[in-house]
T-cell receptor, first 113, second 117 residues
Framework: GAGVSQTPSNKVTEKGKYVELRCDPI?????LYWYRQSLGQGPEFLIY????????DSGLPNDRFFAVRPEGSVSTLKIQRTERGDSAVYLC???????????FGNGTRLTVT | AQSVTQLGSHVSVSEGALVLLRCNYS??????LFWYVQYPNQGLQLLLK??????LVKGINGFEAEFKKSETSFHLTKPSAHMSDAAEYFC???????????????FGQGTILTVHP
């Protein structure tokens, strides 16, 4: 079956612009996570959804970052007024339940120029 | 706060040699521990996980890891390296809430494994 799908795979934007990154989880997976992986680092947790609600957004670095999952399936990570420091690979993962292993997508590589 | 330290950002072995990737963690409660592998331009794939059952955990592709509470370690091993094992490996620890882990993972910085013919 299809895995976690993230679009676009690459995104280049100018400093100050707004970007949206999309994640399509595996069908039926209720839990969805966003992580950010900077060059040479391990992934860092951003936010966790259980269904439609954000159960834990403690990893979002500041109020320029926001994520939604309005129907409990697709999620969008939104970044306002992008900065060069936001350049990273943004990973999405989903799981059947909160206590199940994560399935990761291939990520979106964001470059802010 | 939890943390994970992977000793050695790069490890190089010959094909057929033992693979040993080191991971130490800090956690105020008994943790759940994971090893993930990342191939170039691909997502993370779970190799194995420790969830407070057997301390020696066997995973996919011949990898295994041993949880040693006294050493706060969870090192990854494979008896004989294959060329296809070349990738980046991440150790991770999870919060344990009400006895059930969830996917809020704290990752180490990763170890790049190179396998020479």
């Amino acid at each position: 079956g299809a895995g976690v799908s993230q679009t676009p795979s690459n995104k280049v934007t100018e400093k100050g612009k707004y970007v949206e990154l999309r994640c399509d989880p595996i069908s039926g997976h209720t839990a969805l996570y966003w992580y950010r992986q900077s060059l040479g680092q391990g992934p860092e947790f951003l936010i966790y959804f259980q269904g439609t609600g954000a159960a834990d957004d403690s990893g979002l670095p500041n109020d320029r970052f926001f994520a939604v999952r309005p129907e409990g399936s697709v999620s969008t990570l939104k970044i306002q007024r992008t900065e060069r420091g936001d350049s990273a690979v943004y990973l999405c993962a989903s799981s059947v339940r909160r206590d199940s292993p994560l399935h990761f997508g291939n990520g979106t590589r964001l470059t802010v120029t | 706060a939890q943390s994970v330290t992977q000793l050695g950002s790069h490890v190089s072995v010959s094909e057929g040699a033992l693979v040993l990737l080191r991971c130490n963690y800090s956690s105020s409660v008994p943790p759940y521990l994971f090893w993930y592998v990342q191939y170039p331009n691909q997502g993370l794939q779970l190799l194995l996980k420790y969830t407070s059952a057997a301390t020696l955990v066997k995973g996919i592709n011949g990898f295994e890891a041993e949880f040693k509470k006294s050493e706060t370690s969870f090192h990854l091993t494979k008896p004989s390296a294959h060329m296809s094992d070349a990738a980046e490996y991440f150790c991770a620890v999870s919060d344990v809430i009400s006895g059930t882990s969830y996917g809020k993972l704290t990752f180490g910085q990763g170890t790049i494994l190179t396998v020479h013919p």
